[in-house]
């Protein structure tokens, strides 16, 4: 039943005008799994994401994404529940790592950006998260003073404190060293035990084989999975 799987796309098809991105891409994705994309640079790796986050459209097929169709609903109910870490991590470069993480769960309205606003339980809560992530000692530094894994590490720290139940990261290691990285994968292989279903864009088959559930490649506009 559709309903069983936290990621569920039927013959997408994508195109940027001219350009074919994907072409007849079916994926299932159980809740819980843990799934790597691969495929070269361009291949269109980002661009399947960012339709599962619902930020672009497919231009043929149907995505469900947690039991809802996102090519025909209302997504802002699941918004939250996808948390989107892009190759950029969108980091708040200024604000400290905890006003980072506590983020996560402002609500949309401007208010939520002032100062006081968070109460104890959440800054408990957020401090709880950083250290699961092992930034507990970096709370009050400025994000654009962090190294590579100590800015992923933040990233996956707000994803976290934001409750979502679907992770979406894109090349969260491509620029770290091996040993970094590879805590960086372990780390997010790790949250399977927190009920998170998680797609990681990875260029590294040996981190994806030892700790992916799938593994799946992107070539010539087509998904083909390899595990
Ligand atoms: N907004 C856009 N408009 C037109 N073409 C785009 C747009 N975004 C991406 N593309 C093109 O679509 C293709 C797939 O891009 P995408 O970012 O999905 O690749 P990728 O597999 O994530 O690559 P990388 O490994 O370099 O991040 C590329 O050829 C890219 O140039
Ligand atoms: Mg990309």
Redesign the pocket.
């Known amino acids: 039943m559709e309903l069983d799987y936290a990621v569920d796309i039927k013959e997408l098809s994508f195109n940027?005008?001219d350009?074919v991105?994907l072409r007849n891409v079916n994926l299932s994705i159980k809740y819980g799994e843990l799934v790597a994309i691969m495929?070269?640079?361009?291949?269109?790796?980002?661009?399947?994401l960012k339709i599962i986050a619902g930020l672009l459209k497919p231009s043929v097929g149907s995505v469900r994404v947690l039991g809802w169709n996102i090519t025909s609903e209302r997504i802002e109910s699941i918004k939250g529940k996808i948390a989107y870490i892009p190759?950029t991590l969108g980091l708040i470069e200024g604000g400290s790592v905890l006003y980072n993480v506590l983020l996560a769960r402002a609500p949309v309205k401007p208010i939520a950006f002032m100062a006081g606003y968070w109460g104890k339980d959440d800054i408990m809560e957020a401090l709880d998260t950083l250290k699961l992530v092992g930034l507990e000692n970096k709370a009050m530094s400025r994000v654009d003073k962090l190294s590579g894994g100590e800015r992923q590490r933040v990233a996956i720290a707000r994803a976290l404190f934001q409750r979502a139940q679907l992770l979406l990261a894109d090349?969260p290691v491509s620029s770290l060293d091996y040993e970094t990285a590879e805590s960086i994968i372990r780390l997010i292989a790790s949250l399977k035990s927190r009920n998170l279903t998680i797609i990681a864009?990875l260029h590294d088959k040996e981190f994806a084989y030892r700790y992916f559930d799938k593994i799946y490649v992107?070539d010539n506009g087509t998904l083909k999975m390899l595990r």
């Open positions: 940027y005008g350009l991105i495929g070269k640079s361009g291949s269109g790796k980002t661009t399947l190759q090349e864009v992107i």
